[in-house]
């Protein structure tokens, strides 16, 4: 089965910096790859994703781009505010119109420094 | 637009007993999965309804079952719990297309479930 690896667990940056978390996944079928933003005592919260057809997607502050020979995706937060402080985790699945249960990273602790 | 609602937010339950958590799917909704999420882990994927039945699950143990019913809500019942059951259970909806991919899955803030 899929498996994914996420880096760094925590993540230090100042306020108006940018952050990069990284994932890489195991299952060259994997075509659908979203992040999710978990905040304290709530479910995740989809915040950008990307299928296996482009290499780059970018909404506002936060991009995530798609490297598929070399299996990993990254997400990109520019211009960090205290409010993007969450714990962050990737995700990857076969998504083809049937089930698509997703594997998730162990999820990247961002603390937005003020 | 109303999003995906879980009921109870916390419960407590002793080892051996049985459990029935609730869910509500977003309006527009087809599809329902749910996820276990240990402290400080990712969630894992325990299964996936679309139609009232399983359409795909992960590494659990058949005491995981569920049920999908007509209005797209669903039920978790995990039977003779074990103290390692203790977690955040979540659920989420997606629209099924079909063909082609599904739509993004949208999670509830789950329920809390303590096995003591």
């Known amino acids: 089965g899929e498996n994914v690896e996420q880096h760094p667990s925590t993540l230090s940056v100042q306020e108006g910096d940018s952050a990069v978390i990284k994932c890489t996944y195991s299952?060259?079928?994997?075509?659908?790859f979203p992040w999710y933003k978990q905040e304290l005592g709530k479910g995740p919260q989809l915040i950008i994703d990307?299928?296996?057809?482009?290499g780059e997607k970018k909404d506002q502050r936060i991009a995530v781009t798609l490297n598929k020979t070399a299996k990993h995706f990254s997400l990109h937060i520019t211009e960090t505010q205290p409010e993007d402080s969450a714990v962050y985790f990737c995700a990857a699945t076969y998504s083809g119109g049937g089930a698509d249960g997703l594997t998730f990273g162990k999820g990247t602790h961002l603390i937005i420094q003020p | 637009e109303t999003g995906v609602t879980q009921s109870p937010t916390h419960l407590i339950k002793t080892r051996g007993q049985q459990v029935t958590l609730r869910c509500s799917s977003q309006?527009?909704?087809?599809?329902v999965s749910w996820y276990q999420q240990a402290l400080g882990q990712g969630p894992q994927f325990i299964f996936q309804y679309y139609r009232e039945e399983e359409n795909g699950r992960g590494n659990f143990p058949p005491r995981f079952s569920g049920l999908q019913f007509p209005n797209y809500s669903s039920e978790l019942n995990v039977n003779a719990l074990e103290l390692d059951d203790s977690a955040l259970y979540l659920c989420?909806?997606?629209?099924?297309?079909?063909?082609?991919?599904?739509?993004?899955?949208?999670f509830g803030n789950g329920t809390r479930l303590t096995v003591t």
């Open positions: 990307i299928r296996s057809n482009v």
């Open positions: 989420a909806s997606s629209g099924r297309r079909g063909q082609g991919y599904n739509s993004p899955l949208h």
């Open positions: 309006s527009g909704h087809n599809t």
């Open positions: 299952d060259s079928a994997s075509n659908y």
